[in-house]
């Protein structure tokens, strides 16, 4: 948090400038500028928790992409029981269906959280193979347990009324859900940012990314805080599901594994148990998706790996690399 | 009798004989002796720890009396590292027993032995680099959640012993110096009161004078009825300060007794570590 590493911040702008010649307007710049952001605020919601989780106690948990769709789904049944909420054209009617609908789907994310914790990852720290099969092992399972609950179709999960339509700065058109993304976006990177800076829980979760055994060596049961850190990432990206899942109004099984692989490139090119760089890494891909889908469509898939061994090539560890990793 | 060791006064041990003739000799040669007669704060009974194919430690016998400095000496690799981590539960003996105050915490996991008042300084002092040093403070102090809740008498006397602490309070403790990260890492260890200290080579590429800061903290804490156990390699280091000493080699204890006898016994030191004090 001290004498911060400013180059990697500075790469946001700098990214969100280059390409504003070659799209030529400025209204279609901030319209794609405020998606990329909204895009990589909710990635970053998704992605914070399992950064910690590799950061904290080195498991690769390739299984996050199911608590995504959990929440996701969760989010279709509460919201789907609220439609005179939903429907109403107020904002405050609007909140009030879709915040009980992010609480409930982060208590069932957290809590398959805690069992997938218990009985798919705990037998397996240590062993980097075995964990990266066995959590995709587990996500596919409960992918088929989401398609027995829900069904195996495509479910349809509608922004609020409010929430519709778009808001107009100058000549450039402005989703407002995107600007609510960003500012959960936001709040939730606050919070960490105050957990982790403020608090003795957060020194700890700082100081077990950088060195584990010595945290234990000063009387601190690290697998219990790594217990607590997976449980939060789980209700995180359960919040990120429902997110996730209204910013595409529609919601499939498979959402979570699709966005896995944002995931990934996400928290690679933050560097491994980084919060900051999870943060610059999901703006990065939020705004790269968003400009390369309108600028190269063709190539759009292809532009986040590009980047990530673009970010590789400067920093191996990332942008904001964690120490004794 | 003077040596190369003294006259440069680095005090590293470095054999200058092949080591495993050395070995054997000393194993046979010099039956362990009985410790002094001071109230045993850690005691290891024919402790054993494998790590991974590889056994390390063949049965270490080794008593750290209350109230007093042990110095646990031998050449590299002679298993002095793995038994403080094997005392502080980070490898698991696999044979023999490890008994604190007179309980079994042989089978203990770190943290709980952590909690017995038992503070461990690695070889590589541990500190985290990415927290300032006041926040490297602050999680040494169990008891408190906020700095101010620290003890302030405490905290001001480890000032006074390690001035560099509250010069850098605020700073970053990847920025400070090695000799400074082993004082932020000394003070670390004593931030609440503790019956035990295990530190490893606490002396390991200091300059002279913050070796000399380091042996007064150490006479301190001694005289403030804390027991260490340090491992360490400089051998002034060693005769200034322990009370006690046990010498190691090929995973086991091959000499244990005051460290002011083996100090004025050239021969015995000769045969345990190749070179006189």
Do not use: C
């Not at chain 1, 922004?159 to 808001?167: D, I």
């Not at chain 2, 109230?67 to 003996?93: D, F, H, S």
Request: net charge positive; proline share 5%; no cysteine.
């Amino acid at each position: 948090m001290n004498n911060l590493d400013w180059k990697p911040l500075a790469l946001v702008p700098l990214l969100a400038l280059a390409v504003l010649p070659l799209i030529g307007s400025t209204s279609i710049w901030v319209t794609l500028t405020v998606a990329g952001l909204a895009m990589g605020m909710i990635v970053f919601i998704i992605a914070s928790g399992l950064t910690l989780v590799f950061g904290l106690m080195d498991v690769l948990n390739f299984g996050h992409g199911l608590f995504i769709a959990l929440g996701a789904f969760v989010a279709t049944s509460v919201l789907g029981a609220m439609g005179d909420w939903t429907n109403s054209d107020q904002w405050l009617m609007n909140l009030a269906a879709v915040f009980p609908a992010m609480l409930v789907a982060m208590g069932v994310a957290a809590a398959v959280g805690l069992a997938f914790e218990r009985f798919i990852v705990r037998p397996v720290y240590g062993q980097h193979l075995k964990q990266i099969l066995i959590t995709m092992g587990g996500m596919i399972i409960g992918e088929e347990l989401i398609k027995v609950i829900w069904g195996p179709q495509q479910i349809a999960l509608p922004l609020p009324e409010a929430m519709r339509g778009s808001l107009y700065l100058g000549e450039a058109a402005v989703e407002k859900y995107r600007l609510l993304a960003v500012g959960v976006g936001a709040v939730v990177f606050a919070l960490q940012l105050w957990v982790l800076s403020r608090t003795k829980i957060g020194l700890l979760i700082r100081a077990g990314v950088q060195d584990r055994e010595m945290v234990e060596s000063l009387g601190y049961r690290i697998r219990r805080l790594f217990v607590g850190v997976f449980v939060v990432g789980s209700a995180l990206a359960g919040l990120g599901g429902v997110m996730w899942g209204l910013y595409q109004q529609n919601v499939v099984p498979q959402m979570g594994a699709q966005v896995n692989v944002l995931i990934f490139i996400v928290i690679i090119i933050g560097g491994l148990g980084s919060t900051g760089g999870a943060l610059i890494g999901s703006l990065l891909v939020g705004l790269m998706a968003n400009y390369t889908g309108f600028l190269a469509p063709k190539v759009a898939l292809f532009s986040n790996i590009a980047l990530m061994v673009a970010v590789l090539l400067w920093r191996p560890q990332g942008v904001y690399p964690v120490a004794n990793r | 009798m003077s040596t190369p060791y003294q006259a440069s006064n680095t005090g590293l041990f470095a054999p200058q004989r092949p080591r495993q003739p050395e070995a054997a000799k000393v194993a046979h040669a010099k039956p362990l002796q009985v410790p002094p007669k001071a109230e045993p704060l850690l005691t290891l009974q024919g402790v054993e720890t494998h790590i991974g194919a590889y056994h390390i430690l063949h049965g270490v016998d080794l008593v750290v009396p209350k109230g007093q400095l042990t110095m646990l000496l031998g050449r590299n690799g002679a298993g002095k590292t793995t038994t403080l981590r094997t005392i502080m539960g980070l490898w698991q003996a696999s044979k023999g027993r490890i008994t604190f105050n007179g309980q079994d915490v042989t089978h203990l996991h770190t943290p709980q032995i952590a909690g017995l008042n038992i503070a461990y300084v690695p070889e590589n002092m541990g500190i985290f680099s990415d927290l300032t040093v006041k926040e490297n403070m602050l999680l040494a102090a169990r008891q408190a959640s906020r700095a101010s809740q620290m003890d302030e008498a405490r905290l001001q006397w480890i000032f006074k012993l390690f001035p560099a602490v509250e010069k850098f309070w605020n700073h970053p403790a990847g920025k400070l110096s090695g000799g400074q990260k082993q004082m932020l890492a000394v003070s670390r260890a004593i931030v609440e009161p503790r019956e035990l200290l295990i530190i490893d080579e606490p002396s390991k590429g200091l300059a002279p004078v913050m070796i000399n800061n380091m042996i007064d903290a150490f006479q301190q804490l001694k005289a403030s009825g804390v027991s260490i156990l340090l491992v360490e390699q400089n051998i002034s280091f060693a005769k200034r300060l322990g009370d006690t000493v046990a010498v190691m080699d090929n995973g086991r204890v091959v000499h244990a007794g005051s460290m002011a006898e083996l100090a004025t016994d050239e021969n015995l030191q000769r045969d345990l570590l190749g070179l006189t004090l």
